[in-house]
């Protein structure tokens, strides 16, 4: 039985900062994040907007009722949590009117959390076929004002639907992973912006991705000429780069040229919306898939997910008959085309507003059409709109 992604959603705010303006505000050169990092453009989440209302335009997007009255799983892979016991999950089966009868939380481990859901979802899929499975990645990215950090910042969300017979990507059965106890970036409880160390986390990635990708090599006598593409996980895109050249490296140049625009494809929806953590991989299928002038039914995509801390995993998928329909859709590219450029003093002023977190909170969402809005706090307890 074939278990996979039947179909992805997006969603960020509506305004963006460009790169190239934040670089001259930090008295940095253009280039610096424009090649350095791979950035063009950074998503700014007004205070309107948190990982629920995200995730539910993601998942609204995509969903009918007849998806709605399947889905017997909800995860929510996120390290951008809004409450310390309650799951973002929740509020999200609420407000999109997810049938009762189902299992929901939240699950966290850095940007490796949607991928853990998806290992969840494929478990329960295979011992109920009929049902669907709804995947979120969710977050927003914070590491403070002129800080080192603060140009991988970012936000969004994914929501895959995972089914039997999907319609996009059918997970292959083997699979690598590899853990291992890191102080590479983490966030303390009462933090709202995260601690790296940003060299030495680069480094674990990449050390991770070889050490999964030759696992999987190894497990199923594949190589470098068996995949059509690969997709990482994107702090930041010169990141996933840096991890493609090292298997590269030595291979045909045919081979590789097609790797590296694959890649180029990949990267193009992140580079202009930052970073997601946990639904930064699946965004770059997404942007793969849109993107990709050179893709056809029965390939196979690399997939490396990692979570700082520290969690790798490598998988793959073969693309399905039919996938072309879904290829063919530019929502997602008419979405960040039309969004609003603000300037970089505006960016600092929303992300200090956002960084509020009081037990009483009016949030002035007018300007805000997203069709899911948090409108502010009332005893402690997250107030949302549907518009």
């Not at 996979?4 to 280039?31: C, Q, W």
């Not at 335009?57 to 309650?86: C, R």
């Not at 966290?108 to 009929?130: E, F, S, V």
Request: with cysteine; glycine share 8%.
């Amino acid at each position: 039985m074939k278990i996979g992604i039947d179909k992805i959603g997006f969603a960020t705010s509506h305004l963006y900062v460009d790169m190239a303006e934040l670089a001259k505000a930090r008295n940095e050169e253009p280039n610096k994040y424009l090649i350095g990092l791979g950035q063009q453009k950074m998503a700014v989440i007004p205070p309107s907007q948190d990982i629920v209302t995200m995730a539910c335009t993601a998942a609204e997007k995509i969903l009918t009722p007849e998806d709605k009255n399947k889905i017997g799983l909800v995860v929510f892979g996120t390290e951008s949590g809004i409450d310390n016991s309650k799951s973002a999950a929740m509020y999200l089966v609420d407000l999109l009117g997810l049938a009762e009868n189902l299992r929901a939380f939240e699950i966290k481990q850095a940007c490796y959390g949607a991928t853990a859901g998806i290992a969840m979802a494929r478990g329960y899929l295979a011992l109920h076929p009929d049902k669907k499975a709804l995947v979120i990645g969710a977050d927003i990215a914070r590491y403070g004002l002129k800080t080192s950090g603060e140009a991988t910042q970012g936000g969004g969300a994914v929501a895959l639907l995972m089914a039997s017979d999907p319609a996009i990507l059918a997970l292959e059965p083997k699979t690598a992973y590899y853990a291992k106890n890191v102080m590479d970036f983490w966030r303390p409880l009462g933090h709202t912006e995260a601690l790296v160390e940003g060299k030495y986390s680069a480094q674990i990635y990449l050390d991770f991705f070889n050490q999964v990708y030759l696992d999987y090599l190894q497990q199923t006598n594949l190589s470098l000429s068996d995949f059509n593409a690969f997709i990482f996980h994107l702090p930041y895109t010169k990141m996933g780069l840096k991890a493609l050249r090292t298997i590269i490296s030595d291979t045909e140049p045919e081979i590789a040229d097609n790797l590296k625009k694959q890649f180029e494809a990949s990267r193009e929806y992140n580079r202009n919306v930052g970073n997601l953590y946990t639904g930064s991989l699946y965004l770059s299928l997404l942007s793969l898939l849109q993107n990709s002038s050179n893709l056809t039914a029965g390939q196979r995509i690399g997939l490396f997910s990692y979570g700082s801390g520290a969690q790798g995993e490598f998988f793959t998928g073969i693309l399905q008959d039919g996938f072309e329909d879904f290829v063919n859709n530019d929502n997602v590219s008419t979405m960040l085309a039309k969004r609003h450029r603000v300037s970089v003093t505006d960016y600092e002023h929303i992300y200090r507003q956002s960084l509020k977190n009081k037990d009483e909170l009016i949030i002035d969402y007018k300007s805000d059409r997203a069709p899911f809005v948090l409108t502010g706090i009332k005893n402690s307890q997250r107030q949302y709109l549907h518009q």
